[in-house]
């Protein structure tokens, strides 16, 4: 059986990794956010001028680092059902590559959720959020608040500001993502790997609809 591989995409702000982690309490998965999988292959990534501008990173970048990771975790433990890869595709070349290298005998990948929400969500989510320097999980006084203010729930590490969560590149990768969605949707509708979900709505409901959708796929724990 190869593994599944399911992906969330979104503005900043959307609940990408948040929903990844509610489901990874659920399903027997892996998350990897694509931030992370880049900045474990390349420390010095989050110092470069493109990261702390909000642009992108180019393909060849983004999937051997990728493919790095995914040989290494089922290496370790080969017994996952899916992985959950946050914040890919960004652009409609690296749905391409998802759909060329990821359906083959060792990983399948599944589909993409897309969670929409407004503009003025994104800007509203992404003030005062926090970020855990070791895990990189995401929190927010109002929307996700750790257990203790300020320190990470796994790993009880400093939360600090995200480096690219400025108001201007917010607005900056809100639009970018606008721009490329137009032309991702298309083309995962076509290879029946797109589901889009409103992103407006509460973290809880998001992820109801999630499991409904995996239980579609016939894949469910539950
Ligand atoms: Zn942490």
């Known amino acids: 059986m190869p593994i599944q591989i399911i992906t969330i995409i979104g503005p900043p702000g959307a609940g990408k990794d948040t929903q990844a982690e ?5 399903i027997n998965c892996y998350h990897a956010a ?6 474990q292959y390349y420390p010095k990534i989050k110092e470069s001028a493109t990261y702390k501008q909000g642009n992108l990173f180019g393909d060849q970048l983004i999937f051997s680092a990728l493919d790095n990771k995914l040989q290494t975790i089922s290496k370790q433990n080969p017994t996952y059902d899916f992985f959950i890869i946050t914040g890919l595709p960004r652009k409609l070349s690296q749905a391409q590559r998802l759909i060329k290298n990821y359906r083959n005998s060792q990983y399948y990948y599944l589909t ?10 994104a800007i509203a989510r992404t ?7 070791v895990c990189g999980r995401t929190y927010h006084p109002r929307y ?6 300020g320190v990470c729930d796994y790993d009880h590490a400093k939360l600090v500001p995200r480096q690219d969560d400025t108001y201007k590149t917010t607005i900056k990768r809100f639009r970018d993502f606008a721009i490329k969605y137009l032309q991702i949707r298309p083309y995962l509708q076509k290879y029946n790997a797109l589901i889009e979900l409103n992103g407006n709505q509460s973290i809880n409901n998001i992820h109801m609809q999630i499991l409904k959708i995996l239980d579609r796929f016939g894949k469910s724990s539950m």
Do not use: W
Request: charge should be positive; include cysteine.
């Open 127 to 133: 003030r005062q959020r926090l970020v855990c320097p």
């Open 22 to 26: 509610l489901l990874c309490k659920k």
């Open 112 to 121: 993409t959720i897309s969670l929409l929400v407004s503009q003025q969500q």
């Open 34 to 39: 694509i931030s992370t999988v880049l900045s």
């Open 144 to 149: 996700k608040p750790p257990k203790r203010p």
